[in-house]
């Protein structure tokens, strides 16, 4: 299994609906928002994205608001920060009481990019790809020593 | 080298424990007490996921756990000890012994609590066990990340969320 993603033990195969948000964003400190500012600078799509802000929820807050934002959302993807992470932990749980939500950890902005242009295809297809493309943003620049 | 760090933490195994607290510790395994995770394969899979390899993590009950302190504090390598709650912390203490320092980590906010940092909520309960710890000579302190300044619980029972 991937590290990014976590088995909701359903297929994720349907066509999404076009319209409302699409996915919700969780992390820490204030990641969600920022990076969901960025796509909205970027693209104009930031709407298709919700943000879950932590600060100060225990464990159990978490999971009851990301499950109250996928079920008044419609929303069947959850993308998160860190694999380490409360938000993780809580989306997981969300899966399994949810089994037609995805979970993708690890998640950055050229992913979401790539998500939110591609709102018609269905969010496993969408999430993949996401993935795909956030592996591929990540590169060195520069860095030569002397000699080198 | 062996156990570094005893703490209460509600989120168990998360960014501050993995990142926050095992990078600068060079932490070697983290130890989860908590009865009911020790019970749920699918829970333990869950906190696995967020572990990087070369952390081991054990799962136990308090009373595993208690059994398992020895060798846990052998261990060469440093490790964290994590329990959820004020409770099963002292459960713990009570049925080991030789835990002379709890770090609060994070214990969030429940509808019976109250703020006394960003990061820790108590409810009376959970207040008057921790002055029964602190009576016994354990040395209880705040701090939710190695770059925090540990706050002493005398100090953290007299704020009211201010920092």
Do not use: K
Not at chain 1, 53 to 77: C, F, M, Q, T
């Amino acid at each position: 299994m991937s590290s990014e993603e976590v088995p909701a033990g359903a297929p994720h195969d349907a066509p999404r609906h076009a319209g409302g948000p699409i996915a919700i964003v969780a992390g820490h400190g204030e990641f969600a928002r920022g990076v969901i500012s960025a796509v909205q600078h970027i693209t104009g799509y930031g709407a298709r994205l919700l943000p879950l802000i932590i600060h100060g929820l225990g464990p159990a807050d978490i999971e009851d608001a990301l499950l109250r934002l996928v079920d008044e959302s419609g929303a069947r993807v959850i993308f998160t920060d860190l694999p380490a992470g409360s938000c993780t932990i809580a989306a997981g749980r969300v899966a399994r009481a949810r089994p037609d939500v995805l979970v993708v950890t690890g998640v950055s902005l050229p992913a979401l990019l790539y998500f939110v242009m591609h709102e018609g295809a269905a969010p496993a297809d969408a999430a993949r790809q996401a993935i795909d493309r956030a592996r591929t943003a990540l590169r060195v620049v520069g860095g030569a020593t002397r000699g080198d | 080298m062996g156990i570094e760090l005893f703490r209460i933490d509600d989120r168990l195994i998360h960014g501050q424990v993995v990142v926050g607290w095992g990078r600068p510790l060079n932490v070697g395994f983290i130890a989860l007490v908590d009865d009911e995770v020790a019970d749920s394969d699918w829970e333990q899979e869950l906190y696995r996921m967020g572990v990087p390899p070369e952390i081991e993590v054990y799962f136990a009950t308090v009373q595993a756990a208690a059994g398992a302190l020895e060798r846990w504090r052998a261990d060469p390598r440093p490790g964290i000890v994590l329990t959820g709650d004020v409770d099963t912390m002292r459960r713990l203490i009570d049925a080991a012994l030789g835990i002379a320092a709890v770090n609060l980590g994070g214990v969030h906010h429940r509808a019976d609590r109250v703020q006394r940092l960003r990061y820790v909520y108590l409810s009376s309960e959970e207040e008057r066990t921790l002055r029964a710890l602190a009576a016994r000579g354990i040395r209880i302190t705040a701090q939710d990340v190695p770059a925090a300044r540990p706050v002493p619980l005398e100090d953290v029972l007299v704020m009211r969320g201010e920092s």
